[in-house]
């Protein structure tokens, strides 16, 4: 369900939890990226996109990179960090969005813009 609500990360997470099965959108390789970048891209050139990746609980010894997880707690092995991404800019930015390109970021979770770009969110069904 790609969701065109203008909101932040947290509060994309609780509507895609109030559906039976789904959480914000978990990319577990290429070809799921591929297709959701696309589709993404369908909606809007303009839009970026929260994505159930984060690391809310990484110390600070771990920033920028580690203990990044999806929102079910599983690691991932797959990743399409843009260049320089993540960053921990200013040491607040522990969520993932997916740019319009396709590549992701690293952002302030509670951002619902940044600079001319509105963030809204994609969840997908999971298995019970």
């Not at 891209?41 to 771990?62: C, E, F, P, R, V």
């Amino acid at each position: 369900m790609f969701c065109e609500q203008v909101v932040n990360w947290f509060d994309a997470e609780q509507p895609c939890q109030n559906q039976p099965n789904y959480l914000l959108v978990m990319l577990n390789d290429a070809t799921e990226q591929t297709w959701l970048a696309s589709t993404a891209q369908s909606y809007s050139s303009t839009h970026w996109w929260w994505i159930g990746y984060h690391h809310q609980n990484a110390s600070l010894d771990n920033e920028p990179n580690g203990n990044w997880q999806w929102i079910d707690g599983s690691s991932s092995g797959y990743s399409n960090w843009d260049v320089g991404q993540p960053d921990d800019w200013l040491q607040v930015e522990d969520c993932g969005q997916l740019h319009t390109d396709g590549t992701w970021n690293a952002l302030d979770c509670s951002l619902s813009e940044w600079s001319e770009y509105r963030m809204y969110y994609i969840c997908e069904a999971s298995t019970p």
